[in-house]
């Protein structure tokens, strides 16, 4: 079925009016800065326009896929083809347990940073080794976000996922809101059961396969979280949010990126291997690895995703060739990337 982008904007426009919008430039959507346009892109801010909006896309088979603040992404610079619809959902509440803990129910829309501005004065801890992820709570699920010897899994207790799978094949399947407890998620070191689906994988030259698409994506939306949080004294928080902002000045580089490109391998970090190997600094168009931390790539002004494509596959195949690790992405790859050299993967 072709997707007449036009005649999807006009329908949708009547509801949306100036949160719809057609070849909308998605590097302005991500931290990196790069990316193509969107066919139509709408800003969802609320959850009955988010499960209203997948159910029409299903029924419809417009093809959907569903973003946070993209600060884990790269966008292609042909764009994404249908409707790219970002998830604002970012209220909370707090319920007070009595036992100096409480549980945070938070869309899965709001910001890391924001919400610890607001927890650390009420005396609430337990987020506040995350300053310096800038991304969203339902994010930090998938990646199982984590700094300072501390991740999402040692806080998280529940998501609501709206679950969509069986509508990308089937027109009658009703997509359902499920609840999923953390030890449901298979989570790990920068991983997820989200995140398998997502991974990444190369050919035999290091240029990196992004999975076929699906008409829905992701087809699992979390929704809401349940984290559990405990009472601490502010001012013992505002020192150490301050302390973490402080080493993350130090530590990585102040131009636009999308954070850690590589995971770490077991037993080593990426960000040396890849210094090691003789990348640091190395540039190409407008691309950087970052002299600060080899494993930032950074935009150094009008960069290009296929700049920023070499030189991931440069520095994985270097690390290789070096010290035959295979270093495994941590950014995704979304949009049409086939104009560029990078195919599906095969199902």
């Given amino acids: 079925m072709t997707f007449d982008a036009q005649a999807v904007y006009t329908e949708l426009h009547a509801h949306f009016r100036g949160r719809i919008r057609r070849n909308e430039s998605l590097s302005r959507h991500c931290t990196f800065g790069v990316g193509g346009p969107a066919d139509v892109w709408i800003a969802l801010d609320s959850r009955d326009e988010l499960m209203s909006l997948v159910r ?30 970002r998830v604002v959902l970012n209220k909370y509440t ?9 549980l945070l129910l938070a869309e899965a829309g709001i910001s890391w940073p924001r919400l610890l501005n607001e927890l650390a004065p009420l005396g609430w801890g337990g987020l506040e080794f ?42 009658s399947s009703v997509p359902l809101v499920q609840r999923y407890q953390r030890n449901e998620l298979d989570l790990s070191y920068r991983h997820s059961r989200f995140r398998e689906l997502r991974r990444i994988q190369f050919d035999g ?6 999975a076929e698409r699906g008409l829905i ?42 954070g850690s490109v590589f995971k770490n391998p077991p037993g080593d970090f990426a960000g040396r291997l890849i210094e090691q190997a003789g990348m640091k600094g190395t540039i190409h168009g407008k691309a950087q690895i970052s002299d600060r931390h080899a ?6 002004g009008g960069a290009s995703a296929t700049d920023v494509v070499a030189l991931i596959r440069e520095a994985r195949n270097r690390v290789h060739e070096k010290f035959g690790v295979d270093l495994e992405l941590e950014v995704e790859l979304r949009g049409e990337w086939a104009e560029y050299g990078i195919q599906p993967e095969a199902q």
């Fill in 205 to 210: 030259q290091g240029n990196p396969m992004v």
């Fill in 295 to 300: 494993n930032f790539i950074v935009n150094l």
């Fill in 130 to 171: 995350g300053p310096g992820i800038p991304g969203t709570l339902g994010g930090g699920v998938i990646s199982n976000a984590g700094a300072h010897n501390s991740d999402m899994s040692q806080v998280l207790e529940w998501i609501e996922v709206f679950d969509a799978r069986g509508s990308s094949v089937n027109r």
């Fill in 56 to 85: 029409l896309c299903a029924e419809r088979r417009w093809p959907l896929l569903l973003v946070g603040n993209g600060t884990n992404t790269l966008y292609a610079d042909a764009g994404v083809r249908g409707i790219v619809a």
């Fill in 217 to 258: 994506e992701p087809a699992e939306i979390i929704m809401r979280l349940g984290i559990r949080l405990h009472r601490e004294e502010p001012q013992k928080l505002r020192k150490l949010i301050e302390q973490y902002k402080q080493h993350r000045k130090m530590t990585q580089p102040v131009q636009q990126s999308a």
């Fill in 94 to 102: 707090i319920e007070e347990h009595g036992d100096g803990t409480a």
